[in-house]
């Protein structure tokens, strides 16, 4: 079975069974190509088709959201539309789970502190920074799940990429910047975990822009 083993921005290398390296266009694929798909060449006179080789599905196991697991099976399907509504029902789910953990933290750090301290000064510092850390609830609900979607099509590059950005071009430099204010709290030291969260959102969402544009024009959008 012939299998691709080079993918490039406008064309795909396929090795043949006879050991021979046959290169095609993009056009000429009708699904999302990833190194180590299995395909079937069909040729005529004036074109190349090459269609995936349908393999067969594992369950996704109960338990939690496993938007990476069931995304990766979607994009292998060539299911692209559906891998996308299963990143809008992760994101709603995990915004609910969320918007609990941030209500409890932020109103209610006292009662959560004081699981782990009987100090009163402890639990007061510890209730400032949950205040922070309430507003990163609310928005890694969107950043955790673009994440596993990222990853799951096969872009983990780029994951590392924004999380590299995130925690050392944002993250630190603010919180370093906070921590030397002269009326600066544990509050507005906790601000820099959702400043970095917002920008790593930022580019997810402009990732995520570029890559549906890139499969519009391909025409590999697939319900």
């Known amino acids: 079975m012939a299998k691709i083993v080079l993918v490039e921005q406008d064309k795909v290398s396929i090795g043949m069974d006879d050991g021979a390296i046959k290169e095609v266009r993009t056009d000429d694929l009708n699904f999302v190509p990833h190194v180590g798909d299995e395909v ?3 040729e005529t006179e004036s074109r190349t088709i090459i269609g995936k080789k349908e393999q067969k599905k594992d369950a996704v196991p109960e338990g939690g959201i496993h938007i990476n697991l069931s995304n990766a099976q979607n994009i292998g399907a ?4 559906r891998a996308r509504r299963a990143l809008l029902y992760g994101v709603l789910s995990s915004l609910m789970a969320g918007l609990l953990m941030g209500w409890a933290a932020f109103f209610h750090g006292d009662v ?3 699981i782990f301290a009987d100090d009163p000064a402890v639990i007061a510092a510890a209730w400032e920074y949950l205040k922070a ?3 990163d609830c609310l928005l890694t609900s969107f950043l955790f799940c673009f ?4 990853n799951g099509c096969g872009q983990t590059l780029f994951v590392m990429a924004q999380g590299m950005v995130g925690a050392l071009g944002v ?14 709290s544990l509050f507005h030291l906790g601000l820099a975990t959702p400043a970095s969260t917002v920008v790593q959102i930022f ?3 402009i990732w995520y822009l570029r890559r549906s544009h890139r499969l519009n024009r391909l ?5």
Do not use: N, W
């Not at 060539?78 to 539309?81: A, P, Q, R």
């Not at 994440?147 to 990222?150: A, C, K, T």
């Not at 025409?219 to 319900?223: A, C, E, P, S, V």
């Open 171 to 184: 993250r630190l430099p603010v919180a370093l910047l906070v921590s030397r204010a002269a009326d600066s």
């Open 40 to 42: 079937e060449v069909f």
């Open 112 to 114: 959560l502190a004081g």
């Open 203 to 205: 580019l997810c969402g």
């Open 219 to 223: 025409g590999l959008i697939r319900k």
């Open 78 to 81: 060539g299911l692209e539309t």
């Open 147 to 150: 994440v596993g979607f990222f």
């Open 133 to 135: 850390y309430a507003i």
